[in-house]
């Protein structure tokens, strides 16, 4: 309760703080929107389904890309942290690779796939990919030898390793690379989007700036913020609490 409490007062006083600003006329509306001409954009949206259809689309990509991503990081992840030449090979280039902005995917993916949606689907799982991919190769150096050690002595083959003691082990690396390679997808999406003009979010963003319309763009970035908070409560937030109370950390 108390912790519902300090954010209704944060994001009150927030909301306040924006009123005033946007009541003192410091800038013009068109380049400092108030909140009720954002408020009455997002209805607006809403009522000509163009926010909703926007909104459809991006998860729909997001989550073929992401969904690819995550299994193929994880897996890749795995194998890697298991296996001393790939790490020092594979791994190298992997840590390499995640320096580079998502962005810098896109004229190649341009080039191997033409301008459709196949080009910012592959944007989104190496924006995805590599972060998870990390995660999962600490994860699984990180863990102890003698968990793995007493496994082996108790018989355990090599599925039966990875099924009881690899993967519970890295789990908590691997939630922080799921909720890294989540926010890297997004920001991956948005930049095929805004590059490549199509139905989603991010063409609707663009939309507003070609349009000077301000109002349009904070009412979707206050979209991709409320899906952002949405998933994180729901999946990743449930996810984290659940890994804590397996390893004790938690009551």
Same mark, same amino acid.
Request: glycine share 10%; proline share 3%.
């Given at each position: 309760?108390?912790?519902?409490?300090?954010?209704?007062?944060?994001?009150?006083?927030?909301?306040?703080?924006?009123?005033?600003?946007?009541?003192?006329?410091?800038?013009?509306?068109?380049?400092?929107?108030?909140?009720?001409?954002?408020?009455?954009?997002?209805?607006?949206?809403?009522?000509?389904?163009?926010?909703?259809?926007?909104?459809?689309?991006?998860?729909?990509?997001?989550?073929?890309?992401?969904?690819?991503?995550?299994?193929?990081?994880? #897996?890749?992840?795995?194998?890697?942290?298991?296996?001393?030449?790939?790490?020092? #090979?594979?791994?190298?280039?992997?840590?390499?690779?995640? #320096?580079?902005?998502?962005?810098?995917?896109?004229?190649?993916?341009?080039?191997?796939?033409?301008?459709?949606?196949?080009?910012?689907?592959?944007?989104?799982?190496?924006?995805?990919?590599?972060?998870?991919?990390?995660? #999962?190769?600490?994860?699984?150096?990180?863990?102890?030898?003698?968990?793995?050690?007493?496994g082996k002595n108790m018989g355990a083959k090599e599925f039966d390793l990875f099924r009881t003691i690899l993967?519970?082990?890295?789990?908590?690396?691997?939630?922080?690379?799921?909720?890294?390679?989540?926010?890297?997808?997004?920001?991956?999406?948005?930049?095929?989007?805004?590059?490549?003009?199509?139905?989603?979010?991010?063409?609707?963003?663009?939309?507003?700036?070609?349009?000077?319309?301000?109002?349009?763009?904070?009412?979707?970035?206050?979209?991709?913020?409320?899906?952002?908070?949405?998933?994180?409560?729901?999946?990743?937030?449930?996810?984290?609490?659940?890994?804590?109370?397996?390893?004790?950390?938690?009551?």
């Amino acid at each position: 309760m108390k912790k519902l409490t300090n954010r209704y007062l944060f994001f009150t006083s927030l909301l306040l703080v924006w009123i005033i600003v946007a009541q003192a006329k410091i800038w013009p509306e068109y380049l400092f929107p108030s909140p009720i001409g954002v408020g009455e954009r997002l209805i607006d949206g809403f009522k000509d389904r163009s926010f909703i259809i926007g909104t459809l689309a991006s998860l729909r990509r997001i989550g073929i890309g992401y969904g690819i991503s995550m299994l193929i990081g994880i #897996t890749m992840g795995i194998i890697i942290g298991r296996n001393n030449y790939l790490n020092e #090979t594979l791994g190298s280039l992997i840590t390499g690779l995640q #320096t580079l902005p998502s962005i810098c995917w896109l004229p190649l993916s341009i080039l191997w796939f033409g301008l459709n949606e196949k080009a910012i689907i592959f944007v989104i799982l190496m924006g995805a990919l590599l972060a998870i991919t990390t995660a #999962t190769i600490a994860g699984v150096k990180n863990i102890s030898p003698i968990y793995i050690k007493a496994g082996k002595n108790m018989g355990a083959k090599e599925f039966d390793l990875f099924r009881t003691i690899l993967l519970p082990a890295s789990l908590p690396n691997i939630i922080t690379g799921l909720k890294q390679g989540w926010s890297f997808a997004w920001r991956a999406l948005m930049a095929g989007e805004l590059l490549y003009v199509n139905l989603g979010l991010g063409q609707l963003l663009m939309m507003g700036r070609e349009l000077n319309d301000m109002n349009q763009v904070i009412a979707v970035m206050l979209i991709l913020i409320f899906i952002g908070l949405t998933f994180d409560r729901l999946l990743f937030a449930k996810l984290e609490r659940a890994v804590r109370k397996r390893w004790g950390y938690e009551a």
